[in-house]
């Protein structure tokens, strides 16, 4: 059974439910399972980097931002993460030039010191995976890993059906796949730069 579109995961999740009266609610079940995914997994595919000019002390987020990997000014160096707390301190001695402190606060980046003119920053982020729709009918988890959204769509389709027994069996391949797609990640990330071996 190929799964490689929209449509074709709609189908086999109707499939799977042996059920025909579903297809109203079924793009609900995969919207909840693509919102679960954006809380749980984190890949190397989802990053992303942007360069933003910074004219004041924020800049609001992109739309699809899940987690900061890191903030740097555009000659390399790091801007450090603080916490709430750490930035209010900081903010008693007012104080303008290259950005060397953030926090994330309200979907927004607050940087200090205050740049007392335009200053680029590379942003580097997790970002969300692209929704399905009929208009945007693939995405790169659905073609390399479509048994993520499917089992994810049947845990929620379980839940909304009262299916106790449904909920668990779903839910151990769904937590299975994306462990084990968070595992490739982490591996592929840490694996090092491929060394040739001369005989």
Do not use: C
Request: aromatic share 10%.
């Amino acid at each position: 059974m190929s799964i490689s579109t929209y449509s074709e995961l709609k189908s086999s999740i109707a499939d799977f439910l042996n059920r025909d009266d579903l297809t109203s609610v079924i793009p609900t079940f995969i919207r909840l399972a693509e919102a679960d995914v954006a809380k749980k997994l984190r890949h190397w595919l989802q990053e992303k980097k942007v360069r933003a000019p910074f004219d004041e002390g924020f800049e609001f987020l992109p739309e699809d931002w899940l987690q900061t990997i890191s903030l740097r000014n555009a000659d390399g160096t790091e801007i450090r993460q603080v916490g709430v707390t750490e930035m209010a301190q900081l903010k008693r001695l007012p104080s303008t030039g290259k950005p060397q402190f953030y926090r994330v606060e309200a979907r927004r980046i607050e940087v200090f010191p205050s740049p007392d003119v335009s200053h680029d920053v590379d942003l580097l982020y997790y970002a969300r995976i692209p929704a399905l729709s009929d208009a945007a009918p693939t995405n790169w988890l659905l073609t390399n890993h479509p048994d993520i959204l499917l089992y994810g769509s049947l845990v929620q389709a379980a839940t909304y059906l009262g299916d106790n027994a449904g909920t668990g069996t779903w839910a151990t391949l769904y937590t299975s796949s994306v462990d084990a797609l968070q595992s490739d990640s982490t591996t592929a990330r840490h694996s090092g730069p491929l060394r040739m071996r001369i005989r």
